[in-house]
């Protein structure tokens, strides 16, 4: 896979961009509509030239060519390419370091949206200062949250560790304006006029094209009408499948509060978790890699590689547990309520780190998000900000019978259930319970 900045993108660059050009750059805001970054850009500058690097950097980590999210950008992006260029304007899409794009041009401003994740703090901040050596103005603006960073914080100004007081929070901070859209669309007469960009291909970039199918970008109204009552059930459409969607921004977090205000306030509390994740994240940057409560980096994890992958593979003879992660594996998505149960079989019952599972979660979901999947992990896991005791422990089979009480589910994913080809368990779960309190226990009080 190319490492630098591809030789056929330095044309581009030159070709396109120069000290009258304001450059919007896309990264996870894949839209036109409501579109924070791109309407102050707009609004501020005119001569407006769209860009999208594919960051070496990023794809250099993934070792699957055909990861299925490569795709989704790629289709996104083409679809962003035809509405622009429908406005007479286009999507100048390279391939390489984005400090490297930036050395090699001379734009007047550079506008984009904030990113949250310690990769992007950092990446933003070189490139701020390489357009700052050259005169030229970086502007960030906030577009996949409503509040961010210290904008939810307790009364003496430190920011929450639990998500309860936090959402009671965020509500009483809310107005109207919170969710008012931006109209972007509206101002795209001030983009800059210019002919077709070309679009690289995916194996320009060093990739194929996924087998696997996308949610609609669409919004569910009738799901999120009934998604209190349905939500925790895996074995039928009773979740939104807007993950995907909301990850790369090709809807807008602020519409789908709206929404979520006016449909269903569950559904709102689940857009809120991930704020609040996002907000741990940003203030406690160490919990990217270690554990948020770092009395929890003591534990003596078992990290049996066999075991590890029976449960990827989805053979650890716990029907439930199979069935995540098999729907996983095969369409890279998981039921929220079976995300729980699958990993706190890993870090309770066969006391796996919950850092390989966040990994294995991270190659393998559309709607992978650094904060949202640390914090969900770290959650199972017992180490992350939750005011739950670490001796939580799901009974896979208690967890079978109330959320998949027919077995639709199980039986879509694990249809060998119940035969001689089905492994026994792999581990007894009275037995895995009474051992994980016990490593918890020595490892907190040592």
Known sequence: MKKKLSASSLPLLKRWVDSSTTLFWFRRDLRLEDNAGLFHALKEQGNVLPIFIFDTEILGRLDDPSDARVTFIHDSLAKLKAELEEAGSTLLVVHGKPAEVFENIQPKAVYTNHDYEPYGKSRDAHVAEILAAKGAGFHSFKDIVIFEKGEVLKPDGTPYTVFTPYSRKWKETFTEASIRPLKSKDLLDRLNRCEPAPLPTLEDIGFTRTSLDFPERKVPLSIIAHYAERRDLPGIASTTRLGV??????????????????????????????????????????????????????????????????????????????????????????????????????????????????????????????????????????????????????????????????????????????????????????????????????????
């Not at 909301?246 to 929404?259: A, E, Y």
């Not at 439930?320 to 706190?344: C, K, P, Q, W, Y």
């Open 245 to 446: 969607h909301l990850r790369f921004g090709t809807v807008s977090i602020r519409r789908l509060v709206s929404i979520a205000r006016e449909k269903s306030e569950v559904w709102l509390n689940e857009l809120i978790w991930r704020e609040f994740y996002h907000m741990i994240l940003w203030h406690f940057p160490h919990a990217a890699t270690g554990s948020f409560k770092p009395a929890y980096d003591r534990i003596a994890w078992r990290n049996d590689p066999e075991e590890f992958r029976k449960w990827c593979e989805g053979k650890t003879g716990y029907p439930i547990v199979d069935a995540g992660m098999r729907e996983l594996n095969t369409t890279g998505f998981m039921h929220n309520r079976t995300r729980m149960i699958v990993a706190s079989f890993l870090t309770k019952h066969l006391l796996v780190d919950w850092r390989w599972g966040e990994a294995y979660f991270a190659k393998k979901l559309l709607d992978f998000d650094l904060a949202a999947n640390n914090g969900g992990w770290q959650w199972a896991a017992g180490s992350g900000c939750d005011a739950a005791p670490y001796f939580r422990v799901f009974n896979p089979y208690l967890q079978a019978a109330k959320f998949d009480p027919d077995g639709a589910y199980v039986r879509k994913w694990v249809p060998e259930f119940g035969t001689p080809a089905y492994p026994p368990p792999m581990v007894d779960h009275a037995m895995a319970r009474e051992r994980v309190l016990r490593y918890y226990q020595e490892a907190l009080e040592s």
